[in-house]
Structure formats: C-alpha cells, structure tokens
C-alpha cells in the first residue's frame, strides 16, 4: 500500500502520466511491471508487461542507465527499433528510469513516462525524481526480503512437520516452548506453544533429571536416553543449539527406542 501511494504522489506532485516499477526475475533475465500508478486519461500497461525478456525484448536495456543508475530519453523515437517496438505502443513519448540495484547487482527500475510531450525535465526535477525512486525502492526491497524470509519460514515448518521424529523448540532458561512439530502434537495433543516442556510433553512438575538441553553450554549437542513415564516411552533426545527468530535456543529431536 506503502508503494502504491508512493507511486500515485509521485505522479501527481510532478505532473507525469505514469509511474512504475519493473523487478527482475530470480536469475535477471526477464523483468515484470510489479507496481503502476497512471494519470488520468492513461492507459495502464502492467498486464501487458510480465516476463518482459532482456534477451529477446530489450536486450541491452541494463546498459542504457549512467553511472548514477539514471535513464533519460526526451524522445524515444531515437532509441534503437527493439526498444521502440516496446515503448511506442504504450503511447510514451519521453521517459526517465531509475536503476534498482541490490547488492550492487541490476534488480529493476522504477519509471516515469510522459505520453502527452516530449518532456524536458530540469536537473532538480531529475534529482527529485531519483531521490523519490530511492525511497520507493527501499520499500521495496524491505517489502521482497520480508517475503522471502516468510517464504523461508514455511518452508522451515513445512519441513519440520513432515518429520516422523517428535521435534520442538525450547528456550533453555524457562523451558518454555516456541514450537511442536505435528508428530510431537499427535502424541500429546494438549502440549500447546507457550508451556514448559516438562509439563506439556512428560506431565512433570520439573525438568527431565537427564534433559540433555542442561549440558548446552560450550556444547553445541548432547543427547540422552530418557523415559517418558506419561506415555510410557523410552526415546532418544538430541538437543541442538540454534538461532531462533534471532535468539539462541535448543532443537529437540526425539526419537522413540521403545515403549
């Protein structure tokens, strides 16, 4: 939402008729107009414009920006025909782009077109216009790496769930628990996030006597053989240290021996 009124101020401040952003595809050899804001009276062009390839589209086209990652045609019917078959149907006469670049890599561009002049715009209105695609592009990237951390995420608990093991995650100190894997839930449905382990999985008052999360310290794994008398299981527990939504905690694996 962030983006889009960014996109629709930008327009409006500066009088242009369409503002957008195009982003690479993961290996950069296709790109597709992700965001667009246009004028009144301004066809949009963002569903004509996915999967746009820079081999067989625009090729070159990460080449045409400077060394400040700027772009400006007053005119483009003086751009060479492969980029002309793309502009020309859009009704652009003169453009500025603005480079994205993560990591010093070429992700994208944010753009600003004019399809009513050939527009020359001043060296402030440029540097205006950079400095917004700046913070457009923050967002941005904020916007992507937080996806892909969730996406990473579930994929994480995806991959946990699928696993035969009882496995959950424990904060070493308060023994409180932050996750249970479906297979430790299917064994003990009332052990909820949030409990200590002892209670939720043993039914104890206490910690485990040879929980092997005591000997983490310099360790960074320990396992132990313990007896779970409330379900009547003999199981090996492994305890691992890892970080956690940004905090050291311990992974349990617990394997079942015997009942």
Request: proline letters at 3%; hydrophobic letters at 40%; one cysteine or more.
């Amino acid at each position: 939402a962030t983006i889009d009124e960014l996109l629709q101020y930008v327009g409006e401040q500066l009088n242009v008729d369409r503002v957008y952003i195009f982003e690479n595809n993961a290996d950069n050899t296709t790109c597709s107009n992700t965001f667009e804001w246009c004028n009144v009276g301004i066809t949009p062009e963002k569903e004509n414009l996915q999967d746009v390839s820079y081999v067989e589209d625009i090729a070159g086209w990460d080449g045409v920006y400077d060394e400040n990652g700027i772009f400006y045609c007053t005119d483009i019917t003086t751009l060479a025909p492969h980029f002309r078959a793309i502009l020309e149907p859009q009704g652009i006469k003169s453009m500025l782009q603005c480079a994205i670049y993560d990591n010093g890599v070429f992700r994208g561009y944010v753009g600003f077109d004019d399809c009513t002049i050939n527009r020359f715009w001043t060296k402030e209105q440029i540097g205006m216009l950079q400095f917004l695609a700046e913070i457009m592009v923050m967002f941005l990237l904020k916007k992507r790496a937080q996806e892909n951390l969730q996406d990473t995420v579930e994929k994480l608990l995806m991959l946990l769930n699928a696993q035969e093991n009882w496995v959950y995650v424990v904060e070493p100190e308060s023994y409180r628990l932050d996750f249970i894997n479906d297979a430790a839930k299917s064994l003990s449905p009332e052990a909820q996030e949030g409990m200590v382990c002892y209670e939720a999985l043993h039914r104890r008052s206490e910690p485990c006597e040879k929980c092997p999360m005591k000997e983490l310290g310099e360790q960074e794994e320990a396992e132990a053989d313990i007896y779970n008398e409330h379900l009547r299981i003999r199981a090996n527990v492994r305890a691992t240290k890892v970080n956690w939504k940004g905090e050291e905690v311990a992974l349990m694996n617990v394997r079942e021996i015997e009942k």
